[in-house]
């Protein structure tokens, strides 16, 4: 008897526990796939949709340069999954990756003793973790993402932190990505209470706010602007924008973490970017992650 009602004493509390996370995760989950349907809907027929979709893109480019019926998982190559011409200049370049030698440097990196005997394996004891960044650290009461958790374990055995664009902190992400990509993970990343739910609403917030003179936000560029062309480059689409990090890009000509890339962006934009390690940033970091759920791990990859 008393074994039955510890039974469904545990069960009841299993499922009050399960409501409140679907509870907090049920907005997040609407945007998601939400943002998946629009993009299927746009990428569905570029061509048939020019109307709709892409009023100032000529039919002929639409019809020669454009995939049709793009799913889901598509979207995780950003450009190159809808650009004919981008994705074979991409192929090219994949047959002799450029970040290789950064992944063999990450895990160098990954068992190299600090002063005090430890090493960033005894800080991430699984390398295969790149999906579960960022989280809500309940303790901190602030987000945590990957590239502050290396930093915050260096800091805290008393080492130097890194640069958060580049170097050691791009080569051991590439590391960590590159295991995480071996070990088939996804990005999974949890929004588990009211402060959680609020860094992502937060995130969310950064992503759709106008700024410049243009007036632009992120979104204007990469959810309606996706698959425009600005100069000679085609947007990318928010859903499965931040898997394949780091990335080697031909422009940097290095190897170089999503917070360079994204400082890039709000800088186009005419603002001061926030810094790598700081609350906005890591909402904002949330946020995409978030977007992604579900997504394979690409990382690391290589961009123009
Ligand atoms: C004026 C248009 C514009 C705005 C506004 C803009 N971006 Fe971009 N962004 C670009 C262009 C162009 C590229 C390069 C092509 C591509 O991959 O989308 C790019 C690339 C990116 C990439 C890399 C995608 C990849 O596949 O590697 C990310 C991530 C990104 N932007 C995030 C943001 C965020 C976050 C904001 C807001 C803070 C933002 N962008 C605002 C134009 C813009």
């Not at 160098?108 to 991430?124: D, E, H, I, M, V």
């Not at 480059?233 to 080697?248: A, C, D, M, Y």
């Amino acid at each position: 008897m008393l074994s039955k009602i510890v039974k469904s004493t545990a069960l009841l509390a299993l499922t009050v526990c399960a409501l409140n996370a679907s509870d907090f995760t049920a907005q997040a989950e609407k945007d998601r796939i939400e943002a998946i349907k629009y993009f299927e809907a746009k990428f569905a027929d570029p061509a048939k949709n020019k109307d709709k979709f892409f009023p100032y893109t000529t039919e002929a480019e639409l019809e020669n340069d454009y995939e049709k019926n793009l799913k889901h998982h598509d979207f995780n190559i950003g450009t190159y999954a809808y650009s004919k011409d981008a994705k074979s200049q991409y192929e090219a370049i994949k047959e002799m990756p450029p970040y290789e030698d950064a992944i063999d440097e990450g895990e160098a990196l990954y068992t190299k003793k600090f002063a005090n005997g430890n090493s960033l394996a005894t800080c991430f004891p699984d390398p295969a973790v790149a999906g579960n960044y960022p989280f809500y650290d309940d303790k901190k009461k602030d987000v945590v993402s990957l590239t502050s958790a290396v930093n915050d374990c260096l800091r805290d055995n008393g080492e130097k932190e890194w640069n958060t664009k580049k170097g050691d902190m791009a080569n051991f992400q590439a590391f960590l990505a590159n295991s995480s990509k071996e070990a088939g993970k996804k990005f999974d990343i949890k929004i588990q209470n009211e402060a959680a739910q609020k860094a992502y609403e937060n995130g969310k917030e950064f992503y759709y706010t106008q700024r410049g003179y243009l007036k632009m936000s992120c979104a204007t560029c990469h959810v309606q602007g996706a698959g425009q062309r600005v100069r000679n480059e085609k947007l990318s689409t928010l859903t499965g924008q931040i898997t394949q990090f780091p990335v080697f890009r031909l422009k940097w000509d290095d190897l170089g973490t999503l917070e360079r890339r994204l400082s890039g962006c709000v800088v186009d934009q005419g603002q001061v970017a926030p810094k790598d390690e700081s609350t906005q940033m890591k909402e904002l970091i949330y946020f995409m992650a978030y977007m992604s759920n579900g997504m394979d791990i690409d990382g690391p990859d290589i961009r123009k």
